[in-house]
């Protein structure tokens, strides 16, 4: 059968409640962060099937049960995976319920997690996630006492410095992470350097990005982009089993978190760490969060508020020395000035 493949637009109401009922009609429902949506339509005109995308990651798939078999579900995964390539994207994520990996697989996709044998994570390489464990294991270091901290440090605070040294305090060999992402107000190489430079007092620290691998678009989006509190969760154990297979191949047994007054998403992701990672042989240690001198926690989120507010004096008591220096640079009040017109 021949389907007319057309984009769905938001604004376009009826399409969209159709896109929801085919949805929920497989059991699913519809995310609300969503890119690019697009359907395919029997010549009656009736939905037959429905993907979207999020940045990098396929969501939403779904063909009409009566439909399967027919090749429907390839063609909305091509045309996808087309757009996707004339934006840049080439390297495809995805989730989706256990049942359906094998679909998913015909089509040249294949595993990194599962998690309760309920929902599957997917990459459409076969190689890059290898390559990428192969590149971190290059920095293994064998110890007894070996762990790892994650951090974006959108800017990097005192708080950053001082989850930084406790985890390095505890281990014989600390693996730092940055988290690769680059959708935040610092762009990774400035955070790259700031978290280098801000911890290089420190002599057992080896460092690392995340790829896409670690609090991504891929495998948490929930840290960008406020979701639902399930999807979050599922999200969370998700990137917890990638980290997993990540720690597996560093040796690491203990990962290191601050405590989360703020935010819900990480606070989430810390719940789901603390009752998943003891399955990988990691332990998770949460650090008390570091307090100014008035007892309020240190964030970076506070940080930005007061570099939009231009209260650069506030900054003193946030942030170390190396990362106010380059506050104070000319690459640096170029970046606040960027944040300010926001």
């Avoid at 938001?10 to 949805?23: G, K, S, T």
């Avoid at 693996?175 to 280098?196: C, G, I, K, N, T």
């Avoid at 990638?242 to 040796?251: D, H, P, S, T």
Wanted: aromatic share 10%.
């Amino acid at each position: 059968m021949q389907y007319d493949i057309r984009r769905v637009y938001a604004f376009d109401q009826a399409a969209r409640q159709q896109v929801q009922a085919l949805l929920l009609g497989e059991g699913l429902t519809m995310d609300r962060n969503l890119d690019y949506t697009l359907a395919a339509y029997e010549p009656s005109g009736r939905m037959a099937g429905t993907g979207s995308f999020f940045r990098n990651t396929l969501r939403c798939l779904a063909v009409r049960d009566d439909l399967r078999g027919e090749g429907l579900l390839g063609t909305l995964v091509g045309h996808l995976r087309d757009e996707l390539a004339q934006r840049g994207v080439f390297d495809v994520f995805l989730y989706t319920k256990a049942p359906a990996a094998r679909y998913f697989e015909e089509l040249g996709f294949h595993t990194l997690a599962r998690v309760d044998q309920s929902v599957v994570f997917m990459e459409s390489s076969a190689t890059a996630f290898d390559a990428y464990l192969q590149d971190v294991r290059a920095r293994f270091v064998d110890a007894p006492r070996v762990g790892a901290v994650v951090m974006n440090a959108n800017p990097f605070t005192l708080g950053h410095q001082h989850l930084a040294e406790q985890a390095s305090a505890s281990c014989d060999i600390l693996h730092l992470f940055v988290v690769r992402e680059d959708v935040s107000a610092f762009p990774f190489l400035v955070r790259d350097r700031l978290v280098r430079v801000g911890t290089a007092h420190l002599n057992n620290v080896v460092y690392h990005h995340t790829g896409p691998y670690i609090v991504s678009s891929a495998t948490f989006p929930s840290y960008f982009i406020q979701d639902s509190e399930q999807v979050t969760i599922a999200q969370a154990r998700v990137d917890a089993a990638v980290f997993g297979r990540i720690a597996g191949a560093l040796g690491i047994n203990r990962r290191f978190v601050g405590e989360e007054p703020f935010s819900f998403a990480t606070r989430l992701y810390n719940q789901a760490m603390a009752a998943d990672l003891p399955g990988y042989g990691v332990a998770l240690r949460v650090i008390p969060r570091r307090a100014d001198a008035d007892g309020q926690p240190i964030s970076a989120t506070r940080v930005r508020g007061l570099l939009k507010a231009g209260d650069l004096e506030g900054l003193r008591l946030l942030l170390p020395p190396t990362t106010q220096a380059y506050l104070r640079s000319e690459e640096g009040r170029a970046l606040i000035r960027r944040l300010q017109a926001q």
